[in-house]
């Protein structure tokens, strides 16, 4: 849900620069704002895929050393 809102707002940014690069004389300045506003969007975006990754890897890790101390710790 938060990737959709901040996907929304850097849609509406972006399409408001560029409607304001139509009039100007120079647009290049905003051409390199709006990049870099999707690049620090798909950074986010991969940032917390990489974070509930990590997450979800110490939950697996978790969940095995409970089971290995439901057997009793002993693997003979």
Known sequence: ????????ITSMFSAGALLATLSMSNP????AVVVAAWVLFIWGVGKRD?????RRERE???D??????SRGGRHY
């Open 1 to 8: 849900m938060k990737t959709f809102i901040y996907f929304c």
């Open 28 to 31: 290049w300045p905003v051409w």
């Open 50 to 54: 990489r974070e509930e990754q990590r």
């Open 60 to 62: 697996d890790l978790f």
């Open 64 to 69: 095995e050393w409970l089971r290995s101390q």
